[in-house]
């Protein structure tokens, strides 16, 4: 994640500045844990493992979900922010930022800007300002529109990007990141409602991921203030990340298929699709956020390396 420094930036950076939050950070990255196990393991009260969990929580660096334990309900915390890139003077246009080098290149893509799609209801589009269209009429993702689109979301199908593919033929391609805010979709919301979402690359399906729900109980930190509290608010910061020993989800390994494995051909863009199969084991389709929406400043971000 690109982190732009402006004063709204204190909140994290007041998150980070405490060397028991450091610890629960440093914790939660190898594995979720709830109040009791965190208390435990750093020797203080749940009472103030509590205080430090909804500082790190309002700053978007970890979250919170309700499970059932052998003791009846239980708060798990697990990790949302896998990386941090400080920003201190943004260049480049709001749509699509560049950064050509001897190594790859870097590009944005609004969630509104998909190219072909396939949904159906729940479903709907909402730019910054309003909703486009009606909801749960797929007719609307035709409308023109669209581009505007700062949250989309689908109970089942797909939408597929192009991502712009500036290498040349001497290059090799060594791995692509994408980036993106991404959830579940549940009538209004549910956060506790799994869905196996598929992602594929160049017309490969690299990795299923399982969302684990679709998350409202929250507003979202950049959701507009119109928009019904009711209704789904964020999702997850996820990063999907294909080299040359597979293919990886916030750096767990899901599958074997591997960069080599994806036919790019020079000057020809790289489709990326996002999907929930009606067939799934969970079929609970997919909600995605653009950067003035939900709880990161970001659209789809994509890294290229070769």
Known sequence: MEFNVNRDSLSLFAALASDTRIKMVEM????????????????????????????????GIIDTEISSGKRGMQKKCFLVLDRLTLVFKPSGSADEIIHPDQNGYSVSIPVGHYVSYQVKPTCGLASEAKLIGMRDDPRYFAEPEHVHAQHLWFASGYVEYQIPNYMVESKLLTDIRISLEICSEAPGYDENWPSDILFSVGGVEVCKWTSPGDFGSVRGKLTPLWWDQGSTQHGLLKTLWINADGTFMDGVRLSRISIQDIPIAPAKPIRFRISSPEDAKYPGGVSLFGRNFGNYEQDIEVQIRY
Do not use: C, D, F
């Open 28 to 59: 939660l990255s190898r594995e979720p844990l709830n109040i009791k196990e965190m208390a435990q393991k750093l020797g203080i009260s749940s009472a103030i493992v509590t205080k430090h969990v909804q500082q790190l929580k309002e700053a």
